[in-house]
């Protein structure tokens, strides 16, 4: 009975990369050519004429980027805060230590003076 279900999940997979490779091919192939041009704006007087293809690489390049660079800069900002709590923990340890070692004065004797001689 396993070996049906195995033979199922292969050909759904199979299918299902075929239908994406199929659908990769045509959109390339459609959205490349003289005749699919697009103009850019990337800077001032700066439009040059591009393919749609090539715009949308660039694209989803650009946004692969800076989806890395946005996680980076999170995970940096948690590792600070992480790195900032840890070293107040360690001063804090260090104040401890440092207070236990301090020795503790004995109460000091009464001064006698004249006046509380009675």
Excluded at 16 to 41: D, E, P
Excluded at 49 to 57: D, I, K, M, P, R
Excluded at 60 to 68: C, E, K, P
Aim: proline content about 3%; some cysteine.
């Amino acid at each position: 009975m396993s070996d049906i279900w195995i033979r199922i999940k292969f050909w759904i997979k199979t299918t299902l990369i075929s239908v994406l490779a199929v659908y990769t091919c045509l959109f390339i192939y459609n959205n490349t050519g003289v005749s699919r041009q697009v103009t850019f704006w990337w800077w001032f007087h700066q439009e040059p004429q591009t393919s749609v293809f090539l715009l949308a690489l660039i694209s989803f390049i650009a946004g692969v980027f800076s989806t890395l660079l946005i996680r980076t800069t999170f995970t940096t900002m948690k590792q600070w805060r992480i790195m900032k709590a840890a070293k107040a923990q360690r001063e804090l340890a260090e104040m401890q230590t440092k207070a236990a070692r301090l020795q503790t004065r004995a109460p000091a004797a009464p001064v006698v003076t004249p006046d509380t001689m009675e």
